[in-house]
């Protein structure tokens, strides 16, 4: 058996901790554009398009691409639910904070889980759902829900609610990614990217980012670095790690964002948020690494 190349190792560990530091960003980014969530998503769409289609090219993994109809009718779809989930998130973060909405969002893989076993068939082990059911206990205390008891307005409740369903259409697009992008993932994240355009451009507000400014930045790099680098670095990253160390770090992400949060617009958690957040890490690590209750040992005859 051939052994992993350590060298090897240490350098997607390090692709994919840059991604989950850049990708932690992305509320920051969207908020600073300072345009709606259709005209942000447009253009997150119209920019990590260019990057795409650049590298896709330079790197020869476009070709034969038209010819692959069934690969490219499932993308489309999964790009229909990606891009409205994109659109929900930000429209969430808009209305409760960047903080709490990734907080909220970080439901998704339990709604894989959920989604597989309802539609698809995928028989779910019950120790999944169990951490699934912890999990979700945990979003639920993520969300504040003092802040909602108390009276936080009909605003900070469609923010959540936004942000739950944001995180129901990631969990669908990813499942029906995961399909059909073991082969060409580039590809995939590509005619997403187009996909968003082409359902984006009548209701985008064009007009509104005419004018030169520093917005241009942070649409700019919502597409380049979002759409963009970190999903040429996920993926490059994926194949060559461990699920175990996957998981691990995938907690980069939600930590970057709450310390941006905290660091850029002042928002701190209370302690009931922290309590959700120690659910939401433990659901995703008991799911992740196969947590599972040991079996009785069989009588001996």
């Given at each position: 058996m051939a052994h992993a190349n350590p060298q090897h190792d240490r350098s997607a560990m390090l692709q994919l901790f840059i991604a989950e530091i850049l990708i932690g960003s992305v509320g920051v980014f969207a908020h600073e554009g300072g345009q709606d969530p259709i005209t942000t998503v447009?253009?997150?769409?119209?920019?990590?398009?260019?990057?795409?289609?650049?590298?896709g090219l330079a790197r020869g993994q476009l070709r034969g691409v038209l010819r692959d109809r069934a690969l490219l009718r499932a993308?489309?779809?999964?790009?229909?639910?990606?891009?409205?989930?994109?659109v929900a998130l930000f429209a969430g973060m808009?209305?409760?904070?960047?903080?709490?909405?990734?907080?909220?969002?970080?439901?998704?893989?339990?709604?894989?889980?959920?989604?597989?076993?309802?539609?698809?068939?995928?028989?779910?082990?019950?120790?999944?759902?169990?951490?699934?059911?912890?999990?979700?206990?945990?979003?639920?205390?993520?969300?504040?829900?003092?802040?909602?008891?108390?009276?936080?307005?009909?605003?900070?409740?469609?923010?959540?609610a936004l942000t739950f369903v944001a995180a129901i259409l990631c969990g669908a697009s990813l499942l029906l990614s995961r399909r059909i992008?073991?082969?060409?993932?580039?590809?995939?994240?590509?005619?997403?990217?187009?996909?968003?355009?082409?359902?984006?451009?009548?209701?985008?507000?064009?007009?509104?980012?005419?004018?030169?400014?520093?917005?241009w930045f942070w649409l700019a790099g919502l597409g380049l670095i979002?759409?963009?680098?970190?999903?040429?670095?996920f993926y490059s990253a994926y194949p060559r790690l461990p699920v175990t160390?996957?998981?691990?770090?995938?907690?980069?992400?939600?930590?970057?964002?709450?310390?941006?949060?905290?660091?850029?617009y002042g928002r701190t958690?209370?302690?009931?948020?922290?309590?959700?957040?120690?659910?939401i890490v433990l659901g995703t690590l008991g799911v992740n690494l196969k947590w599972r209750r040991p079996q009785a040992a069989s009588a001996c005859g």
């Amino acid at each position: 058996m051939a052994h992993a190349n350590p060298q090897h190792d240490r350098s997607a560990m390090l692709q994919l901790f840059i991604a989950e530091i850049l990708i932690g960003s992305v509320g920051v980014f969207a908020h600073e554009g300072g345009q709606d969530p259709i005209t942000t998503v447009f253009f997150r769409c119209v920019f990590g398009s260019v990057f795409l289609l650049v590298w896709g090219l330079a790197r020869g993994q476009l070709r034969g691409v038209l010819r692959d109809r069934a690969l490219l009718r499932a993308a489309v779809l999964s790009g229909v639910l990606l891009v409205l989930n994109w659109v929900a998130l930000f429209a969430g973060m808009a209305r409760s904070s960047i903080g709490v909405a990734t907080l909220v969002y970080h439901f998704f893989p339990f709604a894989m889980i959920v989604i597989a076993a309802v539609f698809f068939g995928e028989r779910a082990h019950a120790a999944d759902l169990g951490w699934t059911a912890l999990a979700f206990v945990g979003v639920a205390l993520a969300a504040d829900p003092l802040k909602l008891i108390a009276g936080g307005g009909p605003a900070y409740a469609l923010g959540i609610a936004l942000t739950f369903v944001a995180a129901i259409l990631c969990g669908a697009s990813l499942l029906l990614s995961r399909r059909i992008s073991r082969e060409r993932p580039l590809v995939v994240v590509l005619v997403q990217c187009l996909t968003g355009v082409a359902m984006l451009a009548p209701f985008a507000d064009i007009g509104a980012v005419a004018q030169p400014g520093p917005h241009w930045f942070w649409l700019a790099g919502l597409g380049l670095i979002h759409s963009g680098i970190c999903y040429v670095l996920f993926y490059s990253a994926y194949p060559r790690l461990p699920v175990t160390t996957i998981a691990v770090m995938a907690f980069i992400y939600p930590v970057v964002t709450l310390l941006l949060d905290y660091g850029l617009y002042g928002r701190t958690l209370r302690p009931v948020q922290l309590a959700g957040i120690a659910l939401i890490v433990l659901g995703t690590l008991g799911v992740n690494l196969k947590w599972r209750r040991p079996q009785a040992a069989s009588a001996c005859g």
